[in-house]
């Protein structure tokens, strides 16, 4: 049975669970520092995603067990459970069963780095990066968004401002650690939301982001590893990083998209770049660019960078042939896949406008409902 929670969209989720399993699952959640129910919430997606033949759990004496799963998720997997013809019992077994696996004693997973980018202007960088990290927040993740625009468009729309110059930011932590007083992490600024239970926290732009590129231009040291330098101690607090870009292809640019490329204990597809284009040709031309970029600093420091797919955003077929046949474009690329095409709506501009999350402003609007198709695939990519 489900029910909801009162304490946010979640469901009730009443089973029956091996104790072996209960008690593997809590010492393992509690090692990782996560949340058992979004253990069990990323089980069953792992489940559901899994084309193989499972071998069966033997469930004999299986203890009552009961946790909260996000709105939908439990109907979803007893869906499935049908199709599959194994009980709920079971079906809950094989999906705990492969999270311990997915997530080995005394290994810490990698924290999953995101960077949105296009070096064209108004596409939508800014509401993409949001929404994603919100329907990530929203599904359990916990979740920091880096503002890395000097500009500051992501910070303003949450109600923040931009650090001032001169006050310590993470243009601090890249060029002047040694003059940094504080942890980043100190830095971060929580977004409230029901939806998101503190899971999602933000490091605003800053000021000083406008003089990034000459500053890396005299650093003394790696330039292409400042952005990772500073982030790093944030990882262990995090589950995915979300970077919304500058419109740029210096070298600020050059050392965030090193910072996406695939490190050698991460899965591939766990990390990389989510691309927001619009339905029309200087996109297209734009895209080329960045890609161009992508490709040469990864031929010069021998990693892999790899495009997780385009968002096509602002999309309205009323505009025409070029509209339309532009999606198209992009759809055949195949590689990257296009993972969601966001319409151009109003909810979207009155959240900027109220100075509010997306999905806490219009959680239901089709906007969200993309974002949140968005955060599906990263995750299954």
């Known amino acids: 049975m489900s029910s909801p929670n009162p304490a946010g969209e979640r469901e009730k989720l009443n089973s029956k669970l091996p104790a072996h399993l209960q008690q593997s699952l809590k010492v393992r959640a509690a090692q990782l ?12 997606r792992l489940w559901q995603g899994c084309t193989d033949q499972l071998p069966l759990v033997d469930t004999a004496g299986a203890d009552s067990f009961g946790t909260y799963l996000p709105e939908g998720l439990y109907d979803a997997f007893k869906e499935d459970c049908r199709d599959r ?36 202007g108004g ?8 929404g994603l990290a919100q329907a990530l927040a929203e599904d359990g993740q916990r979740v920091l968004l880096v503002d890395y625009d000097a500009q500051g468009h992501l910070s303003h ?30 830095l971060t600024v929580a977004i409230e ?23 890396l231009t005299v650093f003394r040291g790696p330039r292409h590893a ?8 944030l990882e262990e607090h995090f589950d995915v990083i979300v970077i919304d870009s500058p419109p740029s292809l210096g070298l600020s640019m050059d050392a965030a998209l090193y910072y996406a490329r695939q490190r050698e204990e991460e899965k591939p597809g766990s990390s990389g770049l989510v691309i927001p284009v619009e339905a ?39 505009r025409g042939y070029i509209a339309t046949s532009s999606l198209e474009k992009w759809k055949s690329l195949g590689t990257p896949p296009v993972l969601a095409v966001v319409p151009d709506l109003k909810e979207q501009r009155e959240a900027v406008r109220t100075q509010r999350p997306l999905l806490e402003y219009a959680p239901e609007s089709e906007q969200a409902h993309q974002m949140r198709k968005i955060a599906r695939a990263v995750r299954t990519a």
């Open 123 to 130: 596409v939508g960088k800014t509401a993409v990066s949001a």
């Open 85 to 120: 013809g194994v009980s709920y019992i079971q079906g809950l077994a094989q999906s705990v069963a492969l999270w311990l696996a997915e997530h080995p004693a005394g290994v810490r997973p990698v924290t999953r780095r995101l960077v949105v980018c296009n070096q064209k």
């Open 193 to 215: 939301g029901d939806r998101f239970e503190g899971r999602l926290r933000i490091l605003p732009a800053a000021f000083d982001a406008f003089l990034l590129d000459s500053g």
């Open 280 to 318: 029309e040709d200087t996109s297209a031309q734009a895209y080329g660019m960045l890609i161009q970029q992508t490709e040469s600093l990864a031929r010069d420091y021998d990693v892999v960078i790899e495009q997780i797919g385009l968002v096509v955003n602002k999309f309205d077929s009323r």
């Open 157 to 186: 729309q949450l109600g923040l401002k931009a650090v001032p110059a001169g006050e310590e930011s993470l243009i601090t932590h890249m060029l002047h650690r040694e003059q940094a007083r504080m942890p980043l992490l100190d």
């Open 226 to 233: 400042t952005f990772e330098r500073a982030l790093a101690p």
């Open 33 to 44: 520092q996560t949340d058992m129910q979004d253990a069990v919430a990323a089980g069953i």
